[in-house]
């Protein structure tokens, strides 16, 4: 089992910054990529970027510029610099990992974005 513990996030106007963090633990040689997905109210929850034990790292295209994601490997933990923010940028924000051998995925249990216009 890995789990995922999220902090940052909060409340912010259009055009700041947040920063968010997940600090992985338990079995961490079972997981490879990390990353942060987010949902807002009546949506899916979708990809915002991930980050490879490597370092190989893949946005969507609407954060593209936006954020980035860094991650720290000695702990392991990631990070995701969230600048220049628009309110359409509001959700729930999760940490993910899938295991690399059953593809089960780990979620952390979400941290709230709000950003007002």
């Known amino acids: 089992q890995v789990q995922l513990v999220e902090s940052g996030g909060g409340s912010v106007k259009a055009g700041g910054s947040l920063r968010l963090s997940c600090a992985a633990s338990?079995?961490?040689?079972?997981?490879?990529?990390m990353g942060w997905y987010r949902q807002a109210p009546g949506n899916q929850r979708e990809l915002v970027a991930n980050i490879s034990s490597g370092g190989r790292t893949n946005y969507s295209d609407s954060v593209k510029g936006r954020f980035t994601i860094s991650r720290e490997y000695a702990k392991p933990t990631i990070y995701l610099q969230m600048n220049s923010l628009k309110p359409e940028d509001t959700a729930v924000y999760y940490c993910?990992?899938?295991?690399?051998?059953?593809?089960?995925?780990?979620w952390g249990q979400g941290t709230q974005v709000t950003v007002s216009s």
């Open positions: 993910n990992a899938p295991n690399v051998w059953s593809g089960k995925n780990y």
């Open positions: 338990g079995n961490i040689f079972s997981i490879n990529v």
